[in-house]
């Protein structure tokens, strides 16, 4: 856990807790750790409710982590549904959850219980998918989202020290049969790294971790190119400079712009930072900048934003703003949504068409702009956090 601080004045921190050996010996040693520290953690299990037996399991692991003084919560998932994507979904709709809780909790650090084995099988498995370099370095130890930093700090430690911590403490923990699924590609991938030589899964390891040095290097290249070239503006778009920037960090933005979770196409963007041209990419759109300097503009593409959605504090739209509007009375039936194209005596009008298009403006229930109440405010969230981006307040 030191290296992932800093952690002075720790209070409190969440675990991801499944019930299986791995999240309930992260639960263990998590509650050993803060209690140390004079902190506190609390343990959120996330029932899918696929199977029949979920939710005993849910409360079992419940009674578990009362047995080491670590209060927990359930969080059901009753959308869930079996069907295509299964498991895409089931990450989707657990890691919504998990950040909500932690956002109604004022937690900001959540620890999962990933470990060497499950970097193993990321590794071999990104490899045979012709991941680039930053793939080929699997799962970071940290990674910052808009809401919460998730941790991992069990990625160097074997699933088999795990089990052996928790048989010593006692603890009996759940296995879950979709583990032992051959049809999922993650448990061929381990049945075929169990039966390999045991030196192949630490040359893996070896790879990974120099894969992750050399990402964290270019992460802060990244970081020190946009604070030299690019000026990302709280109204939700990016100016670039006429040579534009490297694919990497090309990319980033357009994720940041589009509020997309994953980066475009990696040839799209080198061949557009290799000759740049008026585009649309990943949900963003490259313009030249015209009367805003002599670069580039990048700007959400407006037939891929969101539709409105009801207003309320706290509210995410288009991924990208939220809105802030504490002890403001937001007007009843209002929604959140795009801009309206004539914005004559705001100071947005001055704008070009394409972005203030692009940002957020509140309607009433019949569908015109209202003005935004005294005191309310909208906050630009960047998903990009390999550049340090900081969060913008839209006035």
Same mark, same amino acid.
């Given at each position: ?10 209070? &409190? ?84 959850a998990l950040s909500l809780a932690c956002m109604q909790a004022g937690i900001v650090?959540?620890?999962v219980a990933h470990q060497a084995g499950d970097q193993a099988e990321t590794a ?79 040359? &893996? ?26 000026? &990302? ?78 207003a309320a504090d706290g509210v995410l739209w288009d991924n990208r703003f939220r ?73």
């Amino acid at each position: 856990m030191q290296p992932l601080g800093p952690w002075d004045g720790l209070d &409190l921190l969440a675990v991801a807790v499944s019930g299986g050996a791995d999240s309930l010996c992260l639960a263990l040693l998590a509650q050993r750790w803060a209690a140390a520290r004079r902190g506190a953690c609390i343990g959120l299990i996330v029932d899918h409710g696929l199977r029949d037996s979920s939710a005993g399991e849910a409360a079992a692991t419940l009674q578990r982590l009362r047995r080491i003084g670590m209060p927990g919560r359930i969080l059901p998932l009753h959308a869930l549904r079996r069907g295509p994507a299964l498991a895409a979904r089931a990450r989707a709709g657990r890691y919504a959850a998990l950040s909500l809780a932690c956002m109604q909790a004022g937690i900001v650090d959540l620890l999962v219980a990933h470990q060497a084995g499950d970097q193993a099988e990321t590794a071999l498995m990104r490899r045979r998918a012709g991941s680039g370099p930053d793939g080929l370095a699997a799962m970071a130890h940290l990674v910052e989202t808009p809401s919460l930093r998730l941790l991992r700090p069990l990625l160097g430690v074997a699933p088999g020290r795990l089990r052996a911590t928790l048989l010593a403490a006692g603890l009996d923990w759940v296995e879950d049969p979709s583990n032992r699924d051959v049809a999922a590609l993650r448990t061929r991938l381990r049945h075929e790294l169990d039966g390999a030589a045991p030196g192949v899964r630490r040359a &893996l390891l070896r790879e990974v971790a120099d894969a992750g040095r050399a990402r964290m290097t270019r992460q802060c290249e990244r970081a020190l190119q946009l604070a030299l070239l690019a000026e &990302l503006r709280p109204e939700g778009f990016a100016l670039l400079p006429a040579c534009l920037v490297a694919p990497d960090t090309l990319a980033s933005l357009i994720r940041t712009i589009a509020g997309s979770a994953h980066p475009p196409p990696t040839r799209a963007v080198a061949a557009l930072a290799l000759r740049p041209r008026a585009a649309t990419l990943g949900g963003a759109r490259l313009l030249p900048a015209g009367r805003l300097g002599p670069g580039w503009l990048l700007v959400r593409e407006a037939r891929a934003m969101q539709a409105p959605v009801e207003a309320a504090d706290g509210v995410l739209w288009d991924n990208r703003f939220r809105l802030h509007a504490a002890g403001v009375a937001l007007p009843s039936g209002s929604r959140i949504g795009a801009a309206a194209r004539r914005m004559a005596g705001r100071p947005e009008a001055l704008l070009p068409t394409v972005v203030r298009t692009a940002m957020p403006c509140l309607y009433d229930p019949a569908g015109t702009a209202i003005s935004l109440p005294s005191g309310a405010r909208f906050a630009f969230e960047p998903v990009m956090a390999a550049s340090q981006a900081p969060r913008f307040a839209l006035a």
